[in-house]
């Protein structure tokens, strides 16, 4: 049975710093892309980062030099790192695994990130 499972949301103050994890079980981690993606009440799922099997990574324009998305395949996590956050970051946060060409996609549960002060 095919398992993502993230943690490490919450609430943070603006300006503060979060890292998400998210850790699959059932697959063969090494050979998917993982992707974080977030939904805001109201607004539609946008793709945050992502980072191939081969590790290369990309980030929406958004989040681009405050998110660092990286993976351990040893330990089949993938994580985002988040600095700087803004009240706008304010999302449930989903981590995506999927094979590019293929109908292989299973998605996490979602954590809460809240930027407030």
């Known amino acids: 049975q095919v398992q993502l499972v993230e943690s490490g949301g919450g609430l943070v103050q603006p300006g503060g710093t979060l890292r998400l994890s998210c850790v699959a079980s059932?697959?063969?981690?090494?050979?998917?892309?993982m992707d974080w993606f977030r939904q805001a009440p109201g607004k539609q799922r946008e793709l945050v980062a992502g980072?191939?099997?081969?590790?290369?990574?990309n980030y929406a324009d958004t989040v681009k030099g405050r998110f660092t998305i990286s993976r351990d395949n040893a330990k089949k996590i993938v994580y985002l790192q988040m600095n700087s956050l803004k009240p706008e970051d304010t999302a449930v946060y989903y981590c995506?695994?999927?094979?590019?060409?293929?109908?292989?996609?299973?998605w996490g549960q979602g954590t809460q990130v809240t930027v407030s002060s």
């Open positions: 059932g697959i063969t981690f090494s050979i998917y892309a």
């Open positions: 995506k695994a999927h094979i590019v060409g293929t109908r292989m996609t299973y």
């Open positions: 980072i191939t099997s081969a590790g290369t990574t």
